[in-house]
């Protein structure tokens, strides 16, 4: 079982920018990819970064540009640096990431608990 605890979220004005966090815990052998999801009120869950074991990343075309997704010092915590956040960008957004027990071992995926963002115009 892992825990994804997500943190960072809250209030900015449009221009602004936040930091959200992610961290991992549990019998982690290792990690395959960690991402983060949003969901707007009324609209389906979106990819906003994702992050694999071999440090490739891949972006929403909302976000291009403008928010990165980064590996802190251990790979179970990973940053999204959100920057000239925008009315649009209102969500909650989720920490989502799949990893292995053992060696060769099957693939789990986990989703956070989610943190809230809001911009102001």
């Known amino acids: 079982q892992v825990q994804l605890v997500e943190s960072g979220g809250g209030l900015v004005q449009a221009g602004g920018s936040l930091r959200l966090s992610c961290a991992a815990s549990g019998s982690i052998f290792s990690v395959n990819n960690i991402a983060w999801y949003r969901q707007a009120p009324r609209k389906q869950r979106e990819l906003v970064a994702r992050?694999?074991?071999?440090?490739?990343?891949e972006y929403g075309d909302a976000v291009k540009g403008r928010f990165t997704i980064s590996r802190g010092d251990e790979q179970t915590i990973v940053f999204l640096q959100m920057m000239n956040l925008q009315p649009e960008d209102i969500a909650k957004y989720y920490c989502y990431g799949g990893f292995r027990f053992r060696s060769g071992g099957l693939t789990y995926h986990y989703w956070g608990q989610g943190t809230q963002v809001t911009v102001s115009s």
């Open positions: 992050l694999d074991g071999d440090n490739t990343t």
